[in-house]
DNA sequence: CGCGGTATTGACGTTCTTCAACACTAGTGG
DNA sequence: CCACTAGTGTTGAAGAACGTCAATACCGCG
């Protein structure tokens, strides 16, 4: 998977198309202008990294296949992964927006991705404001994610971090259509779980294998099987509200 | 400070102005349109809940005076606090958009606040796409806020944490023109920054008056005044390029 | 086959929390 | 004007959760 097809084809589109809808009604002619966007899709192999951390950037992403993660940190510290992005995610709106990548971002598996110019995007929602508040959505629900995963390291122990993040992932890949809404993919190794959770690669081996023996979850390899769904959500805290995109009261 | 004053007046909207401009550039009618948006003031004592977490909501808000903070959490979990509010920022975009809120607001002092329709805001942006790009990166940059928390609580220390907070508080405090630079007010106590730096009350303390003791900040009842900033900021790993909101190409 | 990265397990330290007291301040009501 | 109270700040000691260190097992890959 390191050839890069250049051609955005119709699953690409409809997959963004789709995500934008969900966060507000969008009509035909909106739709349509969807597809002025996207350039082109090009692969990164697992480990490479999408996007620098503080670098000038004139464009976003849609990540179309694969699992990515949105690190920061300096050289004096170790890094703290921020975010996981899964296939149908925005990228690097931020970079896109003010010029300067706010976090980096790190292929965890091949990804195949496509890329949205910013000026297009610009011009795009200068033309379609109605989109603008599509895309707006899409960062006001990241923020909120990332308000939750505050929440995550700074008030529970490393049990309830893991248990919260799986329902979470549990929760996000069902959206996504991704696995069957019990099983879920985390193609991550404990230690950048560990990066994500505040915790070291040893405890989150610890504490998962605790909660695997207390049939809450099943792994198999890098994919994790939710058993006890009622009793994970218990045991994580986890209330979906902060996940949820949709306007009730639409446009 | 309990009667509500029902009227905008110039100074209000010349905060909101420049909030917006010092994120997108904005021509002379996107200027004026702002003044259609904000409605009326109302004011909140100390402690009170201006915006409720989960609550359907239909507006948005600017904190004229005062500071506030944002938090999440359940019963069955102790409160996070996930972010600091000045004068001059937005308060419940997420409520405003999406129709519910995301995180629960509290008044830290008595609290002036502009109230901003949902609908107006919508219709605004409708009319002047370039003013909703403004809004949008307000938005942008409060989600990178939060990543740098998720950092803070993640990876740093107790000592870490709060002169990473000190120098973040500082830093925003001078460009909402509060204070002198080097001084900041931080009204809050040590059980909120505790629940602020996922650190209890007790530590918060303890920690507080080492870095006051190594002559990096003195404290003066909630106002805190840095000495040492240089070593402060090498403390707490602070590096200020998450808080930039300029967007360098322009429109 | 051998190598490097990852997972796993156990012993030992450190940071932070919890518990228990007490001091200081402001606000309240007598 | 003076208790009285409640909230906050301060200090010390004991305990728990998590990190660090060390060693071994596993597994895909060249």
Redesign the pocket.
Known sequence: MTEAPDMVDNDALELLTRRLVSNAALNSAERAAVSALMREVECFEAGACIVQHGAPCRRAWVLLEGFAYGQIGSRHSRRQIVGFYLAGDLLDLHGALTGLSSEAVIAATDCKIATLDAEALVSLIEAKPNLGRAFWIETLVEASIAREWIMNVGQ??????LAHLCCEMAWRSREAGLGDGRTFSMP???????DAT????????????KLEAQDLIV?D??AIRIIDEARLRAEGDFEELYLCRSAPRSM
């Not at 529970?156 to 971090?161: H, P, S, V």
């Open positions: 529970r122990n490393a049990r309830q971090r991550i190794t404990h230690e950048q779980l560990g505040g915790l070291t690669s040893l405890h989150v081996n610890h504490t998962l294998r792994q390899g890098h």
